[in-house]
């Protein structure tokens, strides 16, 4: 498990140990103007407790009436806020109730009151003292007095309370939304750049070698890292150091390691930050963020800032004018686009931002000066893959049937990321089944489990769900197998995995274009199973909804978007910048709207129909195949082959592949690691 270890920290952003101290400042208490507040609080409290020290003891006017007006005791009343008596008993009577006023710490006073009772109206209180002073005559001669008393301590608690409860709701709110980032949570740090900074005592150790693949990027990428180690070189002759560049591609497929690895060699500070750091609650606090980054950064030239996500501050101002809370990011992305104006071009800062939404980018942001340059990190191909692969096998214990170029071709349309993961959940797989080497069948169902989900081994399905499940699943296989353009079948189950029942896995070829035929193969291949249901039960069910909605998607975007359709014509609909003006009105009129349905629904139609003839003439090949698969569950090319026959058209496709060796031959990882 070592190996993990080592795998994982370079996934990882921060390197070990400086996770706590982002800054690399050493890291003082500040002294902060809240805690005398606090103390300030305790104080009073404090006060309030030792003044007040002692509190007469309850008592009832009956008492006072029968025991101690009866016997004389009491030297004087005063009546409090016209609602409580309080009594002080005559010196020489004191020791009479000592046994009662001994509450231990809160004992009343000796100087009283000594007790104490509540009356209910001071009129009526008065005409009982009155007919108990006629009663007992001379003994019960007492002085009454009338006080006011403020209990200072209450009035000033029921006024601070509330602003001292809503401080502290602030207060929360503020913490929890700065997330300890640059700041550290301190509510005065609100403003500040909340960027990580990597210098000299946290050095990022990424380098390009760990980038695999993404040679063109690479490229453009090492270039700025030359502009920021020799200015010199490229400054003599007049020419300016770009600004800033944009990491575009979609998600995982290495934009953040590339940014990574810049710093890493190039040998200068380098701050990263996110584009939603920037985005608070709060009004102008995303732009006095900006601001203050800049700031640093400037102090800190020659550097690299990187502002990952950056669609979240950048996107096109103006859309949804509707929605007012844009308001705030529009003035963070101002900020931006100043400061980007603002400094000198060689002063040595360059910005790089990553996002995987270039085209909802405002353009302000992309015009020369700013990001003048567009990186494209695309997808791997199957050789880049290999290249990932190589990376991330390495730290990885293999065993001799692993193969690289047989990984690479098993997972077309992954990303640097999934590859990543790929050859982790392997280990983690392999560990699991407590071997000592991971195994090819490791990394088969890893990438089963990272394509499908989890396995559901015991979701209840009864015997006849699972019929229609297996020729459901079978229809898929036979109609792709028998149409040239169809994808390779990989394997065929009905295992429920995530939230499908049952799967047909192919492995898409690399292409850049696809063809009307190809198209058509696909969409025919995947009604295959609706077509299955309805040859061979006369009945459908909700099973193909999946399927369907892939269908329409497809034959929308043939007619819409690729003008694959004659009577439609060589029209594109599709708006890549994202940018449209007529996001609620379309841009066609109500009968093209007509004709484009019509022209989605034949073209469905006849691939069911197609996809049903071939069910029919191949229905035993599809009842042997179902049959198969409910006893087995899972079955594989080689069973295809042996009920169908080979794919004639298998063989040319093979040999258009780019990795051409034989991929059932173990891969010698030292040989291979040495070339990348
Ligand atoms: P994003 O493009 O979303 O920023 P990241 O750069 O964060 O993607 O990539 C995530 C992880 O995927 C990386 O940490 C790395 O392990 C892996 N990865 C992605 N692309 C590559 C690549 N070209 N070579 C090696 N590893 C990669
Ligand atoms: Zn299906």
């Known amino acids: 498990m070592a190996e993990k270890e080592t795998k994982n920290s370079v996934g990882n952003n921060i390197p070990k140990g400086n996770k706590k101290n982002p800054g690399g400042a050493k890291f003082t208490p500040k002294f902060n103007p809240i805690y005398i507040y606090g103390i300030l609080l305790l104080a009073f409290f404090a006060i309030n407790y030792y003044t007040n020290s002692g509190t007469p003891v309850e008592t009832s006017w009956q008492e006072v009436k029968n025991t101690m007006l009866k016997n004389g005791d009491i030297a004087k009343i005063v009546v409090v806020n016209k ?21 231990g710490f809160g004992s009343p006073a000796k100087v009283g009151p000594h007790f104490f009772f509540t009356i209910g109206s001071v009129d009526v209180f008065e005409k009982n003292l009155e007919s108990a002073q006629a009663e007992f005559g001379d003994n019960a001669k007492v002085t009454l007095t009338y006080e006011t008393r403020v209990n200072y301590f209450s009035e000033v ?38 960027a990580k900074i990597f210098d000299k005592e946290s050095r990022v150790s990424t380098t390009f070698k760990e980038v695999a693949g993404l040679a063109e990027a690479k490229q453009e990428i090492e270039e700025i890292v030359e502009f920021l180690k020799n200015p010199d070189r490229y400054t003599k002759l007049g020419g300016k150091i770009p600004k800033g560049a944009l990491l575009v591609g979609p998600p995982g497929t290495g934009k953040t390691l590339l940014a990574k690895a810049v710093a890493g060699e190039a040998d200068v500070p380098f701050f990263s930050m996110s584009g939603s750091d920037f985005v608070e609650m709060f009004v102008g606090v995303g732009a006095s963020r900006v601001r203050d980054l800049f700031k640093q950064a400037k102090e800190k030239a020659p550097c690299i800032v990187f502002i990952d996500e950056i669609d979240a501050i950048g996107r096109a101002r103006g859309r949804n004018p509707n929605m007012g809370s844009n308001d705030e990011r529009e003035n963070t992305l101002n900020q931006l686009l100043t400061e980007m104006d603002g400094f000198d071009t060689n002063s040595g800062v360059i910005i790089l ?25 695309e997808l791997p191909d199957v050789i880049d893959r290999k290249e990932i692969f190589l990376v991330h096998l390495r730290p990885l214990t293999l065993s001799e049937d692993v193969n690289v170029n047989f990984l690479a071709k098993q997972t077309p349309g992954f990303s640097g990321a999934d590859i990543a993961n790929v050859c982790n959940e392997a280990a983690l797989i392999a560990a699991r089944k407590q071997k000592t080497k991971v195994e090819k069948q490791d990394f088969l169902d890893a990438v089963d489990r990272i394509v499908g989900g989890l396995e559901k081994k015991n979701k209840i399905i009864t015997a006849d769900e699972k019929a229609i499940i297996a020729y459901h699943e079978a229809g898929h296989a036979t109609v792709s197998w028998l149409l040239e353009h169809a994808h390779p ?18 492995l898409p070829e690399e292409r850049q274009i696809t063809t009307r035929e190809q198209m058509l193969d696909e969409v025919c291949a995947t009604l295959g199973g609706r077509a299955a249901e309805t040859v061979v039960f006369s009945k459908i069910s909700s099973g193909a909804q999946n399927d369907l909605e892939k269908v329409t998607k497809t034959a929308y975007s043939m007619i819409c978007y690729f003008g694959m359709s004659d009577k439609v014509g060589n029209v594109s609909y599709y708006d890549s910048s994202g940018q449209s003006d007529y996001s609620f009105n379309k841009p066609y009129s109500e009968k093209t709207a007509e004709l484009i349905d019509a022209e989605i629904k034949e073209l469905i139609d006849i691939a069911f129909s197609r996809a049903k003839d071939i069910l029919i003439k191949n229905a035993e090949g ?35 592949n780019p990795l051409k060796e034989d991929d059932t031959q173990p891969t010698s990882l030292e040989s291979e690691i040495t070339k990348v």
């Open 83 to 103: 609602s409580q008596s309080d009594i002080f008993l005559k010196e020489g009577s004191y020791e009479k109730y000592k046994s009662k006023l001994d509450q």
């Open 157 to 194: 608690m029921g006024w601070l309370l509330f602003p001292l409860i809503m401080l502290a709701i602030w207060f929360w709110f503020y913490r929890r939304m700065s997330k300890g980032g640059g700041g550290g949570g301190n509510i005065f740090n609100v403003g500040k750049s909340q």
């Open 353 to 377: 931002g990553a996002t995987n939404r270039a085209d909802i980018l405002d353009r302000a942001l992309m015009r020369a000066g700013r990001f003048d340059r567009q990186i494209h990190v």
């Open 489 to 506: 079948l990989v394997k065929v189950t009905i295992v429920p995995r995530g939230k499908a029942l049952g799967a047909a896995w192919y």
């Open 622 to 656: 599809h009842k042997q195949l179902a049959e198969l698969l409910l006893e087995r569950e899972v079955i594989f090319t080689e069973d295809m082959e042996h009920i169908f026959g080979p794919r004639p058209w298998g063989k040319k496709k093979e040999e258009d």
